[in-house]
């Protein structure tokens, strides 16, 4: 479902994964993976469970070190990615097990994640003209636009633990958001959700990515989701990268559809 105007909108490489293995012990949890991420795509990870797909996203977002390989990103090397960096890099990521306030409201949970990227240039803050006072209004203007973009304003007071699953996805994606991104790592954005959340979830995707321009890299167990938004898709199996390309070749790629008939989904 990729449009023309998006193809269009793709851009060079953002994110350059070379020979990348990671192991836990004896476990290997990824065997040398070599993928790329260009600006403004959508770029799917899929696989079998324990396929090594949460590993890579933790090696991208500097949580795990890789053993081996090394990582580009925007045009800076790293052997070595630390959390802290990636976040000074604009990559932001959304947990598979939400990680929201659940007591407290839509609006404050979306102005942490705003919060984590003020701390990211304190120095910058220190000389920046301008008050503190000024700084937050911005801010809750930031805020109020994200609520406004993703169709949660009725909630905007509500603690997050009284909403419905669906919509506590959709505010961990705006408190992601409030980090203005360059990278957007999700996390199965659709675990758990009804079809109809499910539909509501992959609009906001591709509005994100249509709209604020974000990069997005996301793990999905959904096939149908993932061949509808995605621009390219990765498939990993046991740790080994077994098909890299758009959605309608890696459907096609018998390696991954025997992958796929030996699992359970
Ligand atoms: N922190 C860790 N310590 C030890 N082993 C780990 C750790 N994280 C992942 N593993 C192992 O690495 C392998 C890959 O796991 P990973 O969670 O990346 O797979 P996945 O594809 O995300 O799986 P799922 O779809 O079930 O979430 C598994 O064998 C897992 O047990």
């Known amino acids: 479902m990729s449009s023309g105007v998006r193809d269009q909108r793709i851009g060079g490489t953002l994110l350059e994964m070379r020979n990348i293995s990671l192991a836990f012990g004896g476990v290997k949890a990824l065997t040398d993976i070599s993928l790329d991420v260009k600006e403004h795509e959508i ?9 090594g797909k949460s590993s890579l ?11 081996q390989g090394e990582i580009t990103l925007a045009g800076v090397k790293f052997a070595k990615m630390s959390s802290r960096r990636a976040a000074e890099m604009g990559i932001a ?5 939400l990680a929201l306030f659940k007591g407290m409201s839509v609006l404050d949970n979306i102005m942490t994640g705003r919060n984590l990227r003020m701390t990211s240039g304190v120095l910058a803050q220190a000389f920046r003209l301008g008050s503190a006072e000024r700084e937050e209004i ?3 203007e930031f805020v109020e636009n994200i609520i406004d ?3 949660i304003q009725p909630y905007r007071k509500i603690p997050v633990g ?3 699953y669906g919509l506590q996805k959709r505010v961990d994606l705006g408190r992601a958001l409030a980090m203005e991104p360059r990278m957007l790592l999700l ?8 079809i109809e959340e499910k539909q509501d979830m992959s609009r906001f995707i591709l509005d994100v990515n249509d709209e604020y321009g974000t990069t997005i890299v996301l793990i999905e167990h959904d096939m149908g989701v993932v061949m509808d938004i995605s621009d390219r ?20 790629n018998p390696d991954v559809i025997q992958a796929y008939l030996g699992a359970s989904h």
């Open 57 to 67: 996203l933790n090696v991208i977002n500097g949580v795990y070190t890789a053993q």
């Open 187 to 194: 996390d199965e954005p659709m675990a758990g959700m009804n």
């Open 43 to 51: 770029r799917a990870i899929i696989g079998p469970n324990g396929a």
């Open 138 to 140: 911005a801010n809750r």
């Open 149 to 151: 973009f993703l169709e």
């Open 93 to 97: 990521r959304t947990f598979q097990n």
């Open 233 to 252: 898709v990765v498939v990993l199996d046991y740790g080994k990268k077994i098909g890299d390309g758009m959605p309608d070749e890696v459907r096609q």
């Open 162 to 164: 009284r909403l419905p």
